[in-house]
């Protein structure tokens, strides 16, 4: 019976030993070789080894990522080749993650897992550089090429039409980015195009909105001698005026009335013109004070204000100012508050 007992335990230890010998070998004989179920970004390598799983990657993946990106926009297409992006698929390294990944747990479990025909379930991520500095110059191309900024609606002056505001558009950068490098490290299909991410930038002021900019106006048209009020781009009343003579002339351009006043002195100009009162403060109301009942003040001495010479209006008299009669002056001046624009042509 001991004699049995000893044959028993002696073949299954035999058994024991044969078995774990045939198992070491079959592990080792596996060393090369990816586990089935194993897939290289997307790619199927289960059951290769690694000669054959580089081939079989450098043929699905990095061949497809030499395709240039495309970035279009309606009729505008902007392209990035491979090699203006740098760009390196790290076949080698996504092929020896696949074998360690193959490798997981110890050989017992590996054998099993073999001997049952189970697979690994790994994706092994993919390994691809490219230059960041490349993708940002595309960017900036883009954005150079599309961004619009908003046009705001405006006034042509003096006529007065009014110009159709025009929406804008910015390309958003970082969202470009991002859809441009996922591409680059995408393989998979034939589409490598990306669509340029935009938003609309509105105008600040519509047509709409332009009356209420200009609550009130004035234009002063130096070739017809009139000057126009204007309350929300609707004319209200025009007036005939003098302006500067030749050598005096009214200021040209776009300014805004600075100061107003009833009754003002004048300081005047130390000019030749001004003879014995150059350099002088006439007092207001004075009849020697040429400025007239209200004074509204435009630019470097310049202005509007009454006149008692009503026969030099619709004429070039002044020393630049522009004059009015003066219940016509006096009328306009509570209208006119400061800082309203007046446009001279």
């Known amino acids: 019976m001991q004699h049995r007992s000893f044959i028993f335990v002696a073949a299954f230890v035999a058994a024991l030993i044969f078995g774990s010998i045939a198992a070491y070998a079959y592990d080792s004989s596996n060393d090369d070789k990816v586990a089935n179920g194993v897939t290289v970004a997307g790619v199927d390598v289960g059951g290769l080894n690694t000669a054959e799983a580089r081939e079989v ?20 297409r902007f392209t990035l080749s491979a090699d203006d992006a740098g760009l390196r698929a790290d076949v080698g390294g996504m092929v ?18 073999d001997v049952r025909g189970a697979e690994e379930n790994v994706d092994v991520p993919p ?20 961004d619009r900024p908003a046009q705001d ?7 007065l039409t009014q110009v159709k505001e025009q929406p ?8 470009l980015q991002r859809r441009i490098e996922s591409t680059l490290t995408v393989a998979g299909g034939d589409d490598r195009e990306v669509g340029v991410p935009r938003k609309r930038i509105e105008p600040k002021v519509t047509r709409a909105e332009l009356a209420n900019k200009y609550p009130t106006l004035l234009v002063v048209d ?9 309350k929300k781009l609707k004319l209200q009343k025009d007036y005939t005026v003098a302006i500067g003579a030749d050598g005096f002339s009214t200021p ?8 107003k006043g009833e009754n003002v002195a004048w300081s005047v100009p130390n000019k030749p013109w001004a003879g014995s009162k150059a350099g002088t403060v006439v007092p207001g109301g004075s009849p020697e004070n040429p400025l007239k009942a209200r004074w509204l003040g435009i630019i470097d001495g310049a202005g509007i204000h009454g006149t008692d010479e009503v ?6 008299a002044s020393h630049g100012c522009v004059r009015m009669a003066i219940p016509d002056v006096i009328e306009l001046y509570p209208k006119v508050p400061v800082k309203t624009p007046i446009y001279i042509g």
């Open 57 to 76: 990657v450098a043929r699905e993946l990095s061949e497809p990522l030499q395709r240039p990106v495309v970035v279009s926009a309606r009729a505008k």
């Open 96 to 113: 020896d993650s696949a074998i360690e990944k193959s490798r997981d747990g110890n050989i017992i479990s590996r054998v099993a897992r």
């Open 127 to 146: 390994e691809v550089t490219y230059s960041r500095e490349a993708v940002q110059r595309l960017v900036q191309r883009v954005k150079r090429s599309i």
């Open 153 to 159: 609606a405006k006034l042509n002056l003096p006529a």
């Open 168 to 175: 804008g558009v910015s390309v958003q950068a970082g969202q």
């Open 222 to 230: 130096r070739s017809t001698f009139q000057l126009k009020l204007y």
């Open 252 to 259: 040209e351009g776009m300014y805004h009335i600075q100061n």
């Open 311 to 316: 026969g030099s209006l619709g004429s070039r």
